[in-house]
């Protein structure tokens, strides 16, 4: 069982950045896909970034050129550096971790997903 926990959520201008962190415990965490998703209020959990074991990357489209997945085997964490912050970001963001088929896999689906953390807060003001 892993267990997983947002934070660094909170309350920024619109351009501007926050960086989330995930904290992972529970597992051997490079063999674990990742990824984070969000949900607005009023409207559905979506994908927002994945990475693999190994590093590999994907991303919505929305978000592409913006924000940054990474990960770091070594102390259990992934992160979401997220720059040029729209109003409608705002929402609930949500780390999730799924043990995958090999260290090159990403998952950019909810319902591949095992484990989900509790979300964090970001508010994005216009």
């Known amino acids: 069982q892993v267990h997983l926990v947002e934070s660094g959520g909170g309350l920024v201008r619109a351009g501007g950045s926050l960086r989330l962190s995930c904290a992972a415990s529970g597992g051997a965490f490079s063999n674990y896909a990742m990824g984070w998703f969000r949900q607005a209020p009023g409207k559905e959990r979506e994908f927002v970034a994945a990475?693999?074991?190994?590093?590999?990357?994907s991303y919505a489209d929305s978000v592409k050129g913006r924000f940054t997945i990474s990960r770091d085997n070594a102390k259990n964490t992934v992160d979401l550096q997220m720059n040029s912050l729209k109003p409608e970001e705002t929402g609930v963001y949500y780390c999730?971790?799924?043990?995958?088929?090999?260290?090159?896999?990403?998952?950019?689906?909810?319902?591949?997903?095992?484990?989900w953390g509790q979300g964090t807060q970001v508010v994005v003001s216009s």
């Open positions: 999730a971790g799924v043990l995958a088929e090999g260290y090159a896999y990403y998952y950019r689906y909810e319902y591949q997903y095992a484990f």
């Open positions: 990475v693999s074991g190994s590093g590999v990357t």
